[in-house]
């Protein structure tokens, strides 16, 4: 009984989420997208998260360089760092990354935003007016994840980049112009088509949890933290898992 009450409710949330994404993509599909929202969120959405992408991406550059002095310099192969740093960034960690920051700061605001309009029962009134609460707060915040999260992913990609650059050149003794060369020649049609196909299935996981979960929020202003929390655990999951998933499909079909 208590194993089977949890597996019940889980099945059920998920058909009912599925049902719930499926009025989106209805909306979306017979055109009824409120563009001015669109861009109303894709503007809350990237400001929320820019910043702190840009440090995160830096840092992350930055990082990969100084270890892979570390780990280039033990066999006499410290000109390779350009491509360890290049490579490593755009087929991997600038997408998870940046979809983990998102989801931590405009996936909460998103979820805690249609959480509270449902607690105060502002749901409810959109449908009294006879506005369909899914084309007017749902449609634009989802549309906006995948307009917003693949511009931060190629600004993170850059600054990472960036980042690695300064170590290379300036600790690492690798001359400027064969650091940039390097990068360029070492990135190829497969690497950024792999981190773009994991961007855009990111957004839409991003986009339907933490709505999904801020749309059928209850429980008062607990409950707005409690739902908001879990949309954010559930994306960083969602994430991670996924990210291995589509990792190994992309090598296995268009190779490594």
């Keep these: 009984m208590f194993i089977v009450t949890p597996i ?5 949330s998920l058909g009912r989420g599925a049902c719930f994404l499926g009025d989106v993509f209805v909306c979306v599909l017979r055109g009824r997208v409120r563009w001015g929202e669109v861009f109303k969120q894709v503007f809350e959405q990237g400001v929320r998260s820019l910043v702190i992408v ?4 830096f840092a992350s ?14 066999f006499g192969a410290k000109e390779f760092i350009a491509q360890l740093v290049a490579l490593s960034l755009v087929r991997e960690l600038s997408p998870v990354f940046t979809a983990l ?3 931590g700061k405009s996936g909460a605001g998103m979820a805690a935003e249609l959480g509270t309009m449902s607690v105060n029962s502002q749901i409810m009134a959109t449908r009294t007016m006879g506005v369909d609460p899914v084309e007017f707060l749902v449609v634009p915040r989802i549309l906006a994840c995948l307009i917003v999260l693949p511009i931060l992913v190629v600004m993170s990609e850059l600054v990472g980049i960036l980042g690695g ?3 290379g050149v300036h600790e690492a003794n690798v001359p400027s112009i064969y650091y940039v060369n390097q990068t360029i020649q070492c990135l190829g049609f497969v690497d950024f088509f792999t981190g773009f196909v994991k961007v855009f299935f990111f957004a839409i996981l991003i986009g339907w949890t933490c709505s999904y979960k801020g ?23 969602g994430v991670i898992v996924s990210n291995t998933i589509l990792t190994k499909i992309i090598l296995t079909f268009w190779g490594s």
């Design 61 to 74: 550059g930055a990082v990969l360089a100084m270890q892979g002095r570390v780990m280039m310099e033990r």
């Design 165 to 167: 650059y300064m170590i």
């Design 54 to 57: 840009m440090l995160a991406s």
């Design 8 to 12: 019940r409710n889980g099945v059920a």
């Design 215 to 237: 749309f059928f929020t209850t429980g008062g202003s607990l409950g707005v933290g409690r739902y908001t929390t879990e949309a954010v655990a559930m994306c960083y999951v």
């Design 101 to 103: 920051v998102f989801s």
